[in-house]
């Protein structure tokens, strides 16, 4: 199984990006997807996860309203949009999958997650 993110990159703060998670080695649609992200020095925080089918999605509470996390099942993908940046989003983003189906705060712990990606770099200055 593979996880490759990628779309990062360096914005102004109030800019907008997108983020995508390219997956194979997988039944992609059986898989809860999530975003988590690492800042330096902190640990790793829940953005957003979505349900296999996309019907259902649960976002972290400082991203909620600004981020929307999407798949296409048909392209084994999953996209992140970050609109309204600021610089505390500021971290390296990666996706991962998980067993299972649904949304909920379950799926906002990292430890239900069982494949990981490398994640990709955005920068968002003030």
């Known amino acids: 199984v593979q996880l490759q993110a990628f779309g990062g990159g360096l914005v102004q703060a109030g800019g907008s990006l997108r983020l995508s998670c390219a997956a194979s080695?997988?039944?992609?649609?059986?898989?809860?997807m999530g975003w988590f992200r690492q800042a330096p020095g902190k640990e790793r925080e829940f953005v957003a996860t979505?349900?296999?089918?996309?019907?259902?999605?649960y976002y972290a509470d400082s991203v909620k309203g600004r981020f929307t996390i999407s798949r296409d099942n048909a392209k084994n993908t999953v996209y992140l949009q970050m609109n309204s940046l600021k610089p505390e989003d500021t971290a390296v983003y990666c996706c991962?999958?998980?067993?299972?189906?649904?949304?909920?705060?379950?799926?906002?712990?990292?430890?239900?997650?069982?494949?990981w990606g490398q994640g990709t770099q955005l920068t968002v200055s003030s």
């Open positions: 991962a999958a998980a067993n299972g189906d649904g949304t909920s705060s379950y799926y906002s712990t990292g430890s239900r997650y069982v494949y």
């Open positions: 979505i349900s296999g089918s996309g019907g259902s999605t």
């Open positions: 080695g997988l039944t992609f649609s059986r898989y809860v």
